[in-house]
């Protein structure tokens, strides 16, 4: 099988206002909703400066440079035409798979976030509500997949669509996994064998064995997310149990699924502040934050594909999140200067 190593470009067409809060200083909003709302008519300009200046050509070159194979593009259903107060980024898009093409840089479309929001993060374009499984907004998700999959389906930098990214642990799993079963079929009818269909595991990682096993689909993917510092246990983790989290439990959590591929379609080297504070500033916390992104690396070698969130934040977020831009980590030496891909 194809290994796929790559990195997410969040924060571009789908804001988080922790990844680009210069974006949001002059308002009180808290996701990019509300942030629209608040901005009027002058959100067109703001937006599209945003939009040309954070992720350029550059950036699929020094991807191409580093050796990952691919990206995860998260787009919001307002891709195609703006659904007030969102504003369409069709263009954008495009110029990701004109940039890919010309890379050797794959892209996998990710829904990020569907209409009602899928699981009230600001990651899903409104935070604290989870209205996508109410009236028509699944049949309107499975429309946009539809769309998505024809309209990108001759791109030779399409690597394949995921169908719907974080779906809360709340969504009842039946309804999710008849969602999925649609959305396949939808999809596969434009896309041929050899592009991927990723379902993320809605938090629930270990519920998804007969569902594979009980429907015929070609070259799917499972996807999970795994970081080391959202859960209480992670507050209270000493240095050396963040180690054994990242490597050996993770190890065992990934290995435990064999009936499908895996991905690990986000992760990066975020470390809770309690553990960070029980090590001495500089040489201390380097070496632990090296230990920390080589372990996860040997660890994620183990699933069929990983994507690190995120590529890069803005200056002011990557001074204050240590961990989560993919470019500055690698700048730092915390984790390789380079990967190069290979054939498994």
């Known amino acids: ?84 107060p969102y504003i369409e980024a069709l263009e954008y898009v495009k ?20 209409p009602g929001c899928q699981n009230g993060f600001d990651n899903g374009g409104l935070s604290g509500v989870i209205d996508w499984p109410k009236g028509n907004n699944i049949q309107l998700t499975l429309e946009f997949l539809d769309r998505l999959a024809k309209e990108f389906k001759d791109e030779d930098s399409l690597l394949g669509i995921q169908v719907l990214n974080e779906p809360g642990i709340s969504i ?14 939808i999809i596969r009818k434009h896309l041929d064998s050899e592009r991927i269909i990723v379902f993320h595991d809605g938090f629930r990682l270990n519920s998804w064995e007969a569902f594979f096993k009980e429907n015929s689909m070609e070259n799917v993917i499972l996807d999970t997310h795994m970081y080391q510092v959202f859960s209480h246990e992670d507050s209270i983790r000493n240095p050396v149990e963040v180690i054994e989290k990242v490597s050996v439990l993770r190890y065992k959590e990934i290995s435990s699924i064999s009936y499908v591929d895996l991905m690990v379609g986000e992760w990066s080297l975020g470390i809770h502040g309690n553990t960070l504070k029980q090590l001495k500033q500089g040489y201390e916390t380097e070496i632990f934050y090296r230990a920390v992104g080589n372990s996860l690396l040997t660890t994620f070698e183990k699933a069929r594909s990983w994507f690190f969130w995120n590529y890069k934040l803005s200056e002011e977020s990557t001074n204050k999140y240590i961990g989560w831009s993919f470019r500055d980590i690698v700048e730092k030496d915390y984790l390789p200067k380079k990967i190069k891909g290979e054939q498994i």
């Open 1 to 84: 099988m194809n290994r796929i190593r790559g990195v997410n470009i969040g924060g571009w067409l789908v804001l988080e206002k922790w990844m680009t809060p210069e974006l949001y200083k002059d308002y009180n909003a808290e996701d990019e909703y509300h942030l629209l709302l608040q901005m009027g008519d002058q959100k067109y300009d703001i937006i599209k400066k945003h939009r040309d200046t954070f992720i350029t050509e550059e950036d699929f070159k020094w991807i191409e440079a580093y050796g990952l194979d691919a990206v995860r593009l998260p787009v919001g259903h307002w891709l195609f035409e703006s659904k007030y």
């Open 95 to 114: 110029k990701a798979f004109k940039w890919g093409n010309k890379h050797n840089v794959k892209i996998l479309l990710d829904l990020h976030a569907a």
């Open 172 to 185: 009842d799993i039946e309804l999710l996994k008849d969602f999925y079963i649609k959305a396949y079929q």
